[in-house]
């Protein structure tokens, strides 16, 4: 007969009541691999195309590069084309991890709260200030204080309260809908890395820009190397060069239309840097001003209509 559960062993009992890990349990949209050791993001999938994107053109480089090694008659090119292939392979390799690096890390997650704070100033239905809001219906009969101010390094800042997570976010923090997490310095969500980009994988994030920026212009010159050489064998004609170089010119072209993102992120990253700021900050500030002009602009346009109707009607009733 199957004995029963209270005639289990005690050892039986305990195992069965082992606590679940951490990441078994986990709230938000992330996916865990190796035991909860690595974190992606739900859009991870984007990871296999963002690494063919850069492995493709390497290969094709490297390709080029063979082929030419194979070509050339003086020794001085031979070492060049092997030096530029040594490159391009230990560049694609450091790419990839940062890559990785990136998409595999932890990005900063702020553990969110199974109830509120008590320093969540809760109060009963009947309070009617605005600066208070409902907590997602987690608990009906209460509200939280939607702003805290805390004193950071002597200065006093604003920390918004976190309807999803049920805490005070830390300052510089946000709340990624994605992956449905407060991320400690949140820049952004990159769909290309499948993760959010904050405190912890940043420096991996801004290397591998770095990286793929070089990369990018790396391609760029020998491609364009490679066609000049081609057109002095050709008496100077671009179009049969070109023809002939068929794999230069496509490395031309893209290389030229991905430096102008991967590079411009580079640019705008250090800028950044060099400022302390974070992406989605700086893009609020932006917008607010932008909606600032928007909104005087169409109350001095609503001011001038109304001061010419009543010009108008005055004029008539004069008349």
């Excluded at 999803?164 to 992956?179: D, E």
């Excluded at 991320?183 to 405190?199: A, E, M, N, S, T």
Aim: hydrophobic share 40%; proline share 5%.
């Amino acid at each position: 007969m199957k004995p029963e559960p209270e005639d289990e062993p005690p050892q039986q009992q305990q195992l069965e009541a082992k606590p679940r890990r951490l990441y078994q349990a986990w709230k938000g949209n992330n996916i865990f691999l190796c035991g909860g050791r690595l974190i992606f993001g739900p859009d991870a999938a984007s990871l296999l195309l963002t690494t063919f994107l850069i492995i493709s053109p390497s290969i094709i480089f490297c390709y080029q590069m063979k082929a030419k090694f194979h070509h050339s008659s003086s020794t001085g090119q031979q070492h060049m084309h092997q030096a530029a292939v040594l490159i391009v392979i230990i560049t694609t390799i450091v790419d990839l991890v940062f890559l990785f690096m990136t998409s595999a890390r932890d990005p900063g997650i702020v553990p969110r709260n199974t109830r509120a704070p008590p320093e969540a100033d809760e109060l009963l239905l009947g309070s009617n200030t605005p600066s208070m809001d409902w907590s997602d219906g987690r608990t009906p009969r209460m509200r939280f204080r939607r702003t805290k101010d805390v004193v950071v390094n002597g200065f006093m800042v604003k920390v918004k309260f976190c309807k999803t997570c049920l805490r005070y976010r830390p300052p510089r923090s946000s709340h990624c809908s994605i992956c449905n997490n407060c991320v400690h310095k949140f820049d952004h969500h990159c769909p290309w890395v499948g993760q959010c980009i904050g405190l912890r994988n940043y420096r991996y994030f801004f290397l591998f820009i770095a990286t793929s920026t070089f990369l990018c212009i790396f391609a760029f010159i020998f491609a364009w190397l490679s066609v000049y050489s081609q057109m002095e064998d050709n008496g100077g004609s671009m179009w049969m060069a070109l023809r002939k170089e068929a794999y230069s010119f496509a490395l031309i072209i893209y290389t030229s239309i991905v430096v102008w993102f991967v590079g411009g992120l580079t640019i705008f990253h250090l800028y950044l840097i060099g400022t302390n700021q974070v992406r989605l900050i700086k893009w609020r500030r932006h917008w607010k001003g932008r909606t600032k002009e928007v909104t005087q602009s169409r109350c001095l346009v609503s001011c001038r209509s109304k001061a010419m109707i009543s010009l108008i009607r005055h004029g008539t009733r004069h008349h």
